[in-house]
């Protein structure tokens, strides 16, 4: 970053440094051609170093989800019974991002990208002891162009008495 700037700041004036640079070496002073200017934008996108999104061949790449807590880490088998409503709290959840309970993957409600819930019952867990809990974001169409994409967060234990 430079002055507090985003890193798509950065790249853009890399981006106009580069075209200016390339002008001021041309015979005669010409200005550079539009298709010099798109040429050094691409290079700057490409190989300054950023997030996925700014990549424009990493296509639809997803974070991999963090999970940090749950609403309850200890619950009773009475309240699996009732039907309990797990709130899974962390980040980089997206629209495809799934609760996972001891490689189950439930029906998931995204709330927001730090919350989701699913309902806990008798289907899942049959009487008391513990499970992990997992999230996992599906892979986007990232390829094998150095982009990250999706994946299965770190594991949580869900203890029921």
């Known amino acids: 970053m430079v002055g507090g700037g985003s890193s798509l700041t950065y790249q853009a004036v890399f981006a106009k ?7 001021e070496s041309q ?3 010409r200005v550079p051609s539009a298709r ?10 490409l190989l300054l170093p950023g997030c996925n999104a700014l990549n424009p061949l990493c296509g639809s790449s997803r ?22 409503l797990l709130t899974v709290n962390g980040s980089d959840f997206v629209s495809s991002s799934v609760v996972i309970i001891n490689g189950t993957t439930l ?20 009487g ?3 499970a992990n809990v ?4 599906p892979s986007g169409n990232s390829g094998y162009l150095g982009c990250n994409s999706g994946g299965t967060s770190s594991a949580l234990t869900l203890t029921i008495t």
């Open 17 to 23: 440094d580069l075209a200016r640079r390339g002008a």
């Open 27 to 29: 015979c005669g002073g």
């Open 36 to 45: 010099w200017t798109v040429l050094a934008v691409a290079l700057a996108l």
């Open 63 to 84: 974070p991999a989800p963090v999970i940090s807590s749950l609403s309850a880490s200890t619950i009773t088998f009475a309240e699996v019974q009732q039907g309990f």
């Open 107 to 126: 029906s998931t409600t995204v709330k927001s990208s730090q919350q989701l819930q699913v309902t806990i019952s008798t289907d899942l867990i049959s």
């Open 128 to 130: 008391p002891g513990s």
């Open 134 to 137: 997992t999230v996992n974001t």
